[in-house]
């Protein structure tokens, strides 16, 4: 028969880990913000050089390699939430049961 993790948690030490898991969440968020922000910026760029024509291949190709890291910085955030929640619902946080979207305007 398995025991309810909580159980085995001191209260202090629990109290400890919400407060790192709550502010880990709110680093999460405040990161996630600018990450789309920069994502936004680099389609608006490349759209408008593509529209008037300026981008060259080497231009394409380094604004390619731009979204593909912003790409994995949103997908390591992404996960690392995932992660979080997951852990929030074993310590009685609230808001564990939230959606986590790849979307980082929903960040």
């Known amino acids: 028969m398995s025991q309810d993790p909580k159980s085995e948690i001191s209260p202090n030490f629990e109290e400890i880990l919400k407060t790192q ?9 405040d990161v996630s913000s600018p990450i789309g922000t920069l994502m936004f910026v680099v389609e608006a760029v490349a ?7 300026v ?5 394409q190709e380094q604004l390619a390699q ?3 890291q912003l790409d994995r910085v949103r997908d ?3 996960e690392r939430r995932k992660t979080l929640h997951e852990r929030s619902s074993i310590i009685g ?5 939230s959606a986590v979207s790849s979307d980082p305007k929903k960040h």
């Open 93 to 97: 946080l609230p808001g564990a049961g």
């Open 66 to 68: 731009l979204r593909k």
């Open 76 to 78: 390591m955030l992404v």
């Open 47 to 53: 759209d408008s050089m593509n529209e008037r024509g």
């Open 21 to 29: 898991v709550m502010e880990e969440r709110k680093f999460l968020h």
């Open 55 to 59: 981008a060259t291949p080497e231009d």
